[in-house]
């Protein structure tokens, strides 16, 4: 089986940096997913991580540790906008994701 | 945007109904997935295809079935709903052979079983 654990919520001011943290357990890692979703929207993609290090996109980096089952999203340049739940999750053949219960983000003024 | 529409939208049922719900996509993407959405537990996956014809089961199978004819559209029924079932359900799409690892989802439908 597969589990992923992520804070339930985190909260942070505007122009801040916050970082979200990933663990995972799996069987048949291929990579690990962060997606984004808006109160009652679709999750919408932001950054997979298939190798060890760091991808930066814009305002938002991902990080991986293969050996250490773990991961993160730093969301820099915090704006109200980027209130929203983000979810990691693991892929595995056919790209099938199995994902973390989410973590909320609150970004107040 | 990826071309994913989920028909219908809303739907409220009672209990012991068949009810089909519909993912279409113009993108002619290979990968569909059926996804629900419940407080408290994420996305968790449903059934999934990865071809025409081709389907398997996901995580929490139990009591739905798909069925796929034809690329651009991946059906999911409940063939006979319990009040478990509410839900919102996602489908996605993504490809082997365009950004492989992202997946794009459609608009939700959301399901209630009374």
């Known amino acids: 089986g597969q589990s992923l654990e992520q804070p339930s919520e985190v909260t942070a001011v505007e122009g801040a940096i916050v970082q979200i943290n990933c663990t995972y357990q799996t069987s048949g890692f291929y990579g690990l997913s962060w997606y984004q979703q808006h109160d009652g929207g679709a999750p919408t993609f932001l950054s997979y991580?298939?190798?060890?290090g760091l991808e930066e996109t814009g305002r938002f980096s991902s990080f991986l540790s293969r050996s250490d089952s773990y991961g993160y999203l730093l969301l820099q340049e915090l704006q109200m906008k980027d209130s929203a739940s983000y979810f990691c999750a693991v892929s595995a053949r056919y790209s099938t994701l199995t994902f973390g219960k989410g973590t909320m983000l609150l970004v107040s003024p | 945007d990826a071309g994913i529409t989920q028909s219908p939208r809303h739907k409220v049922t009672e209990t012991g109904t068949p009810v089909t719900l519909r993912c279409h996509q113009t993108e002619n993407h290979r990968y569909m997935y059926w996804y629900r959405q419940d407080p408290g537990h994420g996305l968790r996956l449903i059934h999934y295809s990865y071809g025409v014809k081709d389907t398997d089961k996901g995580e929490v199978s139990d009591g739905y079935s798909v069925s796929r004819s034809k690329t651009e559209d991946f059906l999911l029924t409940l063939e006979s709903a319990t009040s478990s079932q509410t839900s919102v359900y996602f489908c996605a799409i993504s490809d082997p052979g365009q950004n492989y690892n992202e997946q794009f989802f459609g608009p939700g439908t959301r399901l209630t079983v009374l």
């Open positions: 991580n298939a190798l060890d």
